[in-house]
């Protein structure tokens, strides 16, 4: 069971400004500059993009997108045919994008922390849960496809 606690966009918020307090008092050495900071954009709007089209596909089999709520539908189509979580990797590539963007080493130091907690905090519990309550199905879908990429 999962505790009501700070939603996984809350956490990539903290974390996103955490990294711009990093870049901006101790910056550590800068690794892209303008224009090149730039490339940020690809894996934030991608990212983006696949947290949009996963929700998408909750709301259409009218599961909840809430992880500490029952669902009542076991999703495995569009992109969670390659992730499990493509709404949590949308938010790490979202992550990964800014870090980008921000250009200096310091917040890409970050980068690790939104998977390790989302996946203590969310995951294993949701994953436990699926398996409880959609049985054998669910344990051949998480063999077949991993947990993040």
């Given at each position: 069971?999962?505790?009501?606690?700070?939603?996984p966009p809350a956490w990539a918020l903290f974390i996103a400004l955490a990294m711009l307090a990093l870049h901006?008092?101790?910056p550590g050495a800068t690794l892209l500059t303008p224009p090149w900071t730039a490339v940020g954009a690809l894996p934030a709007a991608s990212g983006l993009a696949l947290a949009i089209a996963a929700a998408r596909l909750f709301v259409k089999a009218r599961?909840?997108?809430?992880?500490?709520k029952q669902p009542t539908a076991?999703?495995?189509?569009g992109p969670?045919?390659?992730?499990?979580?493509?709404?949590?990797?949308?938010?790490a590539s979202g992550l990964l994008g800014?870090?980008?963007w921000l250009g200096s080493l310091t917040p890409m130091l970050l980068l690790p922390v939104f998977p390790l907690?989302?996946?203590h905090m969310f995951i294993r519990p949701e994953e436990a849960g699926l398996e409880a309550l959609f049985g054998e199905p669910y344990r051949r879908y998480k063999a077949r496809v991993r947990r993040w990429i």
């Amino acid at each position: 069971m999962i505790r009501k606690v700070l939603p996984p966009p809350a956490w990539a918020l903290f974390i996103a400004l955490a990294m711009l307090a990093l870049h901006r008092f101790w910056p550590g050495a800068t690794l892209l500059t303008p224009p090149w900071t730039a490339v940020g954009a690809l894996p934030a709007a991608s990212g983006l993009a696949l947290a949009i089209a996963a929700a998408r596909l909750f709301v259409k089999a009218r599961t909840a997108l809430e992880p500490w709520k029952q669902p009542t539908a076991f999703v495995a189509t569009g992109p969670y045919r390659l992730t499990r979580n493509p709404m949590y990797l949308g938010l790490a590539s979202g992550l990964l994008g800014f870090a980008l963007w921000l250009g200096s080493l310091t917040p890409m130091l970050l980068l690790p922390v939104f998977p390790l907690v989302i996946t203590h905090m969310f995951i294993r519990p949701e994953e436990a849960g699926l398996e409880a309550l959609f049985g054998e199905p669910y344990r051949r879908y998480k063999a077949r496809v991993r947990r993040w990429i």
